[in-house]
T-cell receptor, first 114, second 114 residues
Framework: SQTIHQWPATLVQPVGSPLSLECTVE??????LYWYRQAAGRGLQLLFY??????ISSEVPQNLSASRPQDRQFILSSKKLLLSDSGFYLC?????????????FGQGTRLTVV | GESVGLHLPTLSVQEGDNSIINCAYS??????FIWYKQESGKGPQFIID?????DKRQGQRVTVLLNKTVKHLSLQIAATQPGDSAVYFC?????????????FGPGTSLSVIP
């Protein structure tokens, strides 16, 4: 069966510090991968998605970047965090073959920038 | 489309009553829709889906209705239980290839009164 792992679960970082959040998927090959951000009490905003190694599409201009160094690894990064980067970050995967299927989410990383 | 800047609307329901959660979508080309449930501090979990060639689909205690004419989805929960308290999101598959994006609606917070 497929599983998705995100870490860390919580993170407190000072303004101006770098960020690296990691997401890995097991049990499937060449998944579509997604990063979402959720501000407190709000909806999910799609940040990045990837359909293959090294292929990243950005949905919104921001202080963040994403990379996919391996087939089942998706990394969210920042060189210098802003206060506005605080939020709940969710990684998700989806089958690349069966288009009309649901996305599966990790447990999320709660980031607080102080 | 995405309404990530809006605070979540809330719905309070007495335990045992039926709940109806509504969602409007914007892309008339979307052909697959999903309802997710998100409990506090966790990632969204799949509840039920529906394809655009259907107008109703039933699961265990849940029913999804799709009205393509007005681009509206609803989720009906029968005999609502305290464990149903969560935030509910509708989502649509946006894209015609494997480069498909899962776009979320703003979400509704359901509170079940015991």
């Amino acid at each position: 069966s497929q599983t998705i792992h995100q870490w860390p679960a919580t993170l407190v970082q000072p303004v101006g510090s770098p960020l690296s959040l990691e997401c890995t998927v097991e049990g499937t090959s060449n998944p579509n991968l997604y990063w979402y951000r959720q501000a407190a009490g709000r909806g999910l905003q799609l940040l990045f998605y990837s359909v293959g190694i090294g292929q990243i599409s950005s949905e919104v201009p921001q202080n963040l970047s994403a990379s996919r160094p391996q087939d089942r690894q998706f990394i969210l990064s920042s060189k210098k965090l802003l206060l506005s980067d605080s939020g709940f970050y969710l990684c998700a995967w989806k089958s690349p073959i069966a288009r009309n299927t649901e996305a599966f989410f990790g447990q999320g990383t709660r980031l607080t920038v102080v | 489309g995405e309404s990530v800047g809006l605070h979540l609307p809330t719905l309070s329901v007495q335990e045992g009553d039926n709940s109806i959660i509504n969602c409007a979508y914007s892309n008339s080309a979307s052909d697959y829709f999903i309802w997710y449930k998100q409990e506090s501090g966790k990632g969204p979990q799949f509840i039920i889906d529906i394809r655009s060639n259907m107008d109703k689909r039933q699961g265990q205690r849940v029913t999804v209705l799709l009205n393509k004419t007005v681009k509206h989805l609803s989720l009906q929960i029968a005999a609502t239980q305290p464990g149903d308290s969560a935030v509910y999101f509708c989502a649509e598959n946006s894209g015609k290839t494997s480069y498909d994006k899962v776009i979320f609606g703003p979400g509704t917070s359901l509170s079940v009164i015991p």
